[in-house]
């Protein structure tokens, strides 16, 4: 097996050596410009209008073709396409977001805490030395801009790509959903984009999606379901309120009964050496200007993250069972409603696009790329779904300081170096051997 690999490494370095000059087109002062430009505008979820028209145009400016889909009123994805001279060769698509997790109308104090980089007025984004920093620059704007440089670099090398090369800029990826009183576009987000993509034309063989892993191959992630537990209670001035049920205390030891159920569910269900995450993410209760009333409900939302093979409904029998010893032992009797069902991802290690960006980011980095797994969420549950081998593989930080909203800069140059050999590689194999899976 261990020759099998090095003859195809030994090949492909050799493929390589044929286009030695090809990165040497890559223009790193645009590539850099590009992010900034992107970062410089603010594009929280349901908000991505103007950074999906700037994105459009630079795309279009590049010779690609380029359609702009409505998924509803002011958000649009990109969708560009730079046609390979082959119809039988493979097409790969670089997917990513054009969405962040937070606008600069956030309360400063919330930003600050979360990173100590954003701006909390324009400009949004600026460079210090060999980082640039702010809003979208990590999650994942410059990883649009290393897409981007891919078609400039092989359109100034007048390298012409046997498949179709795709980049696709898409809104609401970001891990936001509607519940209750909060609807609206600013809520659509998980995968809303890139659903509609893919049921619009937008597809691949493979793809890859530039998300902050720290320029490590992840060919597998979590999937994820959130939970909204719920009590009613009754409604009593406080003066009358002796010996009635209050639901916030009621909740608080729902609340302790999942603390004591987590370590056992991570332990039974642990992937790749890592553990499941848990997150009360919120509660609800009452109203904080009626103090003088006990609560007439509680309402606890829940994020249970769980690994490929699995699925919702074994999640969900998970927290019924937590339920119903509350029940048993407690006499508390909750609602459980599930409000999101995230999918995992998973492709095998050994599919030709994870060869590909390992035999690249070896050629440009010297040595093996590093597998990670982690519980966070990407469209690549999406894409995979849809017959499409998606892996994410991107930028992030520096040495030792993945931080939101920075981005090392060298490691983008080089992140977009190795898309550019992976593009060429994958467009220049047939449809057959890049979606046969290697042995």
């Known amino acids: 097996?261990?020759?099998?690999?090095?003859?195809?490494?030994?090949?492909?370095?050799?493929?390589?050596?044929?286009?030695?000059n090809l990165v040497k087109y890559l223009d790193s002062k645009k590539l850099v410009q590009d992010a900034l430009d992107l970062v410089n505008i603010d594009s929280p979820t349901g908000k991505e209008g103007d950074v999906g028209e700037t994105y459009a145009s630079k795309l279009r400016a590049l010779g690609m073709r380029v359609t702009l889909q409505e998924v509803e009123q002011g958000r649009h994805n990109v969708l560009a396409i730079l046609p390979g001279d082959k119809p039988g060769n493979a097409t790969l698509m670089f997917n990513g977001h054009l969405d962040t997790s937070f606008g600069a109308s956030e309360d400063p104090e919330i930003l600050k805490a979360i990173s100590p980089y954003y701006q909390s007025q324009p400009p949004w984004g600026r460079?210090?030395?060999?980082?640039?920093?702010?809003?979208?620059?990590?999650?994942?704007?410059?990883?649009?801009?290393?897409?981007?440089?891919?078609?400039?670099?092989?359109?100034?090398?007048?390298?012409?790509?046997g498949g179709d090369l795709v980049i696709a800029g898409v809104v609401g990826e970001i891990e936001k959903a509607q519940v209750d009183k909060y609807v609206g576009p600013q809520f659509r987000g998980y995968g809303h984009g890139t659903a509609y993509l893919v049921s619009h034309g937008g597809t691949a063989d493979a793809a890859v999606l530039g998300e902050p892993t720290g320029l490590r191959l992840m060919h597998a992630h979590s999937g994820s379901c959130w939970f909204k537990i719920g009590l009613k209670g009754k409604l009593v001035h406080t003066g009358h309120s002796s010996g009635v049920k209050n639901v916030v205390l009621q909740m608080n030891r729902i609340i302790s009964a999942l603390e004591n159920w987590i370590p056992d569910y991570q332990e039974r269900f642990s992937f790749m050496g890592a553990k499941p995450t848990v997150n009360i993410g919120s509660i609800e209760g009452g109203w904080p200007w009626r103090a003088s009333r006990t609560p007439a409900f509680c309402n606890l939302y829940v994020d249970v993250r769980f690994p490929p093979r699995y699925n919702a409904l074994d999640i969900k029998q998970?927290?019924?069972?937590?339920?119903?010893?509350?029940?048993?032992?407690?006499?508390?009797?909750?609602?459980?409603?599930?409000?999101?069902t995230d999918e995992w991802s998973e492709i095998d290690r050994g599919e030709y696009v994870c060869?590909?960006?390992?035999?690249?980011?070896?050629?440009?980095?010297?040595?093996?790329?590093?597998?990670?797994?982690?519980?966070?969420?990407?469209?690549?549950?999406?894409?995979?779904?849809?017959?499409?081998?998606?892996?994410?593989?991107?930028?992030?930080?520096?040495?030792?300081k993945e931080t939101r909203s920075t981005i090392y800069i060298p490691n983008l140059i080089d992140c977009a170096k190795v898309y550019t050999l992976i593009a060429n590689d994958i467009c220049s194999k047939s449809r057959s051997q890049i979606r046969k899976s290697q042995s």
């Open 1 to 20: 097996m261990q020759s099998k690999v090095k003859r195809l490494g030994d090949k492909w370095l050799q493929h390589l050596s044929q286009e030695t």
């Open 355 to 400: 060869d590909s960006i390992n035999n690249a980011h070896t050629h440009i980095f010297g040595k093996p790329v590093e597998t990670v797994y982690f519980s966070w969420s990407s469209d690549a549950n999406i894409l995979t779904r849809h017959g499409i081998k998606a892996v994410n593989y991107g930028p992030s930080g520096g040495p030792g």
């Open 318 to 340: 998970e927290v019924e069972s937590v339920l119903t010893r509350v029940r048993k032992e407690l006499d508390i009797s909750a609602d459980l409603d599930l409000y999101v």
């Open 127 to 161: 460079i210090e030395g060999d980082w640039l920093y702010g809003s979208g620059a990590f999650n994942m704007k410059s990883a649009l801009a290393a897409y981007a440089s891919v078609a400039r670099t092989l359109q100034d090398s007048n390298v012409k790509l």
